[in-house]
């Protein structure tokens, strides 16, 4: 037993530029953060704080903000990771979706999804919110690593590596939904791919399911071309999101991609409170077309940053979303000026929060939030000078410039190492599955 004071603070960040994302966008020069016993942040202002805590971050004058909320992800497939590269989405799913099936077990989305943490974490993202199979496994991994991966069971109409077929799936969501959440109070999610690779009826039975446990939908919606011409032709003309409307499933959704939207697309996201997850860097590697997102922040949709997964990806990188994002927006608009700084920056944290309907908890840094924050170096000659930080953030800060990690008021990531994954052992068994993993690919 330690006899560590139960009242003693946990962790001190002294010399901090906080950047709280908080509702007024406040940035706090040479600051201070104290996160107490309980996990949460318990004070925060500029100078020196009294504090109890036995550890000290000394941010020397860096950037501190909110962790990074990745708001789809398929954390699994890193397994497939260059697999289906240089093709189309259609092309790329006819390759991926029988290998996933033949190579996919408890055992090896445990191994993809901690490899998956382990990048996530080593690269500032605290939270994500996962669309995989046997989902138990990354629960697991959630629980190991400390990262927040919020997840449930999906739907395909094929009987994916479980292998459950529609009605057994359902039995088997409704005991997962039933089961207790976590201590945040997260809601349970459903996650029906897509209204492509579902009919009506299944998304309907869907839709009762998800009401019955209060559960949230996260769903592909509208992403390529080729998605539209097909949802027309299973579900009568209508666009994805008329589909999703009609069936139940698009209050307060979060929809992964949102490029093709109509007009009344928008209105009907805006009017049912619905996220739409923008993944650039898989929508223009898969050339999947670029997301109207002046449009959809014009009607006041909640947008939020996602990496999509790592085949598509092809990594999880939201430093590349939060740079392709607004340089694709300013480049499409004509115009420098749209999506400034602070919106990404928001998009990439808040907004997120927001879609997973956890921003009374995490997405700032705010006294009584749960302290989910990363500290970036500040000896990074690429973040040099910083006149501006929410102009760094969005424009100069990579992946190495992450140098420390904290979740839920516990150090994960000190000096690039991570302390809750063992980082050889996570590469290694990934690597060690690569032979099966291509052949099940190459025998398509
Ligand atoms: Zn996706």
């Not at 605290?126 to 991966?149: H, N, Q, W």
């Not at 097909?230 to 991609?257: E, M, Y």
Request: aromatic share 4%; charged share 20%.
């Amino acid at each position: 037993m330690s006899d560590r004071n139960t009242n003693q603070d946990r962790i001190a960040v002294i010399n901090a530029q906080i950047v709280t994302v908080d509702k007024k966008s406040s940035v706090i020069d040479n600051g201070s953060l104290v996160v107490g016993a309980d996990g949460a942040i318990r004070e925060i202002a500029s100078g020196k704080l009294e504090h109890t805590a036995a550890e000290v971050i000394d941010a020397r004058g860096a950037i501190v903000m909110p962790g990074l909320i990745n708001t789809h992800a398929h954390l699994g497939m890193t397994l497939f990771r260059g697999l289906g590269d240089d093709m189309s989405l259609e092309d790329f799913l006819a390759r991926l979706m029988p290998a996933e099936i033949k190579v996919l077990n408890h055992d090896a989305v445990h191994a993809g999804t901690e490899l998956a943490a382990l990048e996530s974490l080593l690269g500032g993202i605290t939270t994500s919110l996962d669309m995989y199979y046997l989902p138990d496994a990354a629960l697991e991994v959630a629980k190991s690593s400390g990262m927040r991966i919020q997840t449930g069971p999906n739907f395909l109409e094929s009987d994916g590596p479980e292998p459950l077929p529609f009605d057994e799936r359902l039995a088997w969501a409704t005991k997962w939904l039933e089961a207790p959440r976590d201590e945040l109070g997260s809601t349970g999610w459903v996650a029906p791919h897509s209204t492509y690779l579902l009919g009506e009826d299944h998304l309907n039975t869907l839709a009762a399911l998800a009401a019955k446990y209060e559960a949230r939908i996260h769903v592909h919606a509208a992403e390529t071309v080729g998605e539209m011409q097909l949802v027309a032709k299973r579900h009568g003309g209508r666009t994805p999101i008329q589909v999703l409307a009609d069936t139940n499933l698009l209050r307060r959704s979060v929809l992964a991609h949102g490029v093709h939207l109509n007009d009344d697309d928008i209105k009907l996201i805006a009017s049912n409170s619905a996220t739409v997850v923008h993944c650039p860097a898989s929508n223009y590697k898969l050339a999947s077309g670029v997301a109207r997102i002046l449009d959809l922040q014009r009607a006041g949709v909640n947008i939020a940053l996602g990496t999509d997964g790592p085949a598509s990806g092809n990594d999880l990188d939201l430093w590349i979303a939060i740079r392709l994002a607004g340089y694709m927006q300013k480049t499409i608009a004509k115009n420098a000026a749209v999506l400034p700084a602070l919106d990404i920056v928001r998009m990439a944290t808040i907004n997120g929060a927001r879609a997973l309907q956890l921003d009374h908890v995490i997405g700032s840094l705010e006294v009584g939030k749960r302290a989910d924050l990363i500290v970036l170096d500040a000896d990074s000659p690429s973040l040099t000078p910083n006149f501006n930080p929410h102009t760094t953030i969005a424009t100069s800060v990579t992946r190495a410039d992450v140098l420390h990690v904290v979740v839920d008021g516990k150090t994960v990531v000190r000096d690039r190492k991570c302390l809750t994954i063992d980082h050889k052992a996570a590469v290694s068994a990934v690597k060690a599955l690569g032979k099966q993993v291509l052949a099940s690919v190459s025998n398509n």
